[in-house]
């Protein structure tokens, strides 16, 4: 049930039209409920704890997402330019030259390296941090005009709109987990409710007894009684089956109760302590054994 979840949600999170769907924020919200939303989500959705398909993709969507909103200026850029944060911001220096950025791939860490780092765990697990050096291109363009662009790391995600073949595929590997999910709610739904109890409950609050044994149960108030007298017996025997069942479970916890008490009277070496053991009733066994030799 719990993998069937996640799975649901790591379709929601790759059918998702920007980062802030997927942190489920809104373009307003503050630093600190990115960091509520990117906590819950990350522990998650980790893939050391989730072993549901998909769920590596979903951890890594959700740091990037993270990462670039977190950071002001980056979410700036991302609130401009959207998706593809493309190259269109520029600035002028006094000389006249164009530097034109593209900062999509300027992923200093990793998805898992921002989990270690945001929540501290880099005394516990052995993580080397490599910042690559940023590869930068340099095209002239005039004797004066010069445009800049870092080229964009491997480690980068687009969030596109999936073709219908993705969409099949993925439904193929959800069937499955459909087909279990709904076998365990049909099979909740078959279980049928007991038609008596011994004890009075929610809803079984009429009283009734058997013929011979006269022993007490409850049903419920839309209880209709077995119309022959065969159909009675069979049912009452099911009480009394049930009724000799919880007086003998009764029955050995107060035994398993007396010989622990007198267990540790032997240990600590105490007579009074020993004797009242001796003297401990056992109420359900009298019951047990008076009904055995009444009716049996």
Not at 48 to 58: F, I, L, S, V
Not at 212 to 237: C, G, H, M, N
Not at 238 to 247: C, K, T
Request: proline share 4%; hydrophobic share 30%.
């Amino acid at each position: 049930m719990l993998i069937f979840i996640f799975i649901i949600f790591h379709i929601r999170i790759k059918a998702c039209k920007d980062l802030y769907e997927i942190l489920g924020v809104s373009k307003t919200s503050p630093e600190a409920d990115l960091k509520k939303a990117y906590r819950k989500l990350a522990l998650q959705f980790h893939p050391d704890k989730c072993k549901a398909p998909g769920a590596t993709e979903a951890f890594k969507a959700i740091g990037k997402a993270f990462s670039i909103l977190n950071d002001p200026k980056k979410r700036e850029q991302y609130d401009q330019y959207g998706q593809a944060m493309e190259p269109q911001h520029t600035h002028s220096s006094t000389g006249g030259r164009q530097y034109y950025y593209y900062s999509d791939g300027d992923d200093d860490f990793s998805a898992e390296e921002l989990f270690n780092l945001f929540f501290g765990y880099s005394g516990m697990i052995n993580i080397t941090y490599k910042k690559e050096k940023k590869k930068e291109t340099y095209d002239h363009i005039g004797p004066t005009t010069r445009t800049y662009r870092r080229r964009q790391q491997p480690n980068t995600y687009h969030f596109t709109t999936h073709s219908t073949q993705n969409t099949t595929h993925t439904f193929v590997q959800l069937l499955p987990y459909f087909f279990l999910f709904l076998i365990s709610i049909i099979g909740t739904l078959l279980v049928s409710e007991p038609q008596f109890q011994l004890h009075r409950t929610g809803k079984y609050t009429n009283l009734r007894e058997t013929r011979i044994s006269k022993i007490q149960y409850y049903v419920k108030s839309d209880f209709q009684p077995p119309k022959t007298d065969a159909e009675l017996d069979k049912f009452e025997s099911s009480v009394i089956d049930e009724y000799i069942s919880d007086i003998r479970h009764q029955c050995y916890r107060e035994q398993q109760y007396k010989e622990s008490m007198i267990w540790r009277a032997r240990m600590m070496n105490d007579n009074n302590l020993y004797r009242q053991a001796h003297q401990q009733t056992t109420p359900s066994c009298t019951k047990l054994n008076n009904f055995v030799r009444d009716y049996a």
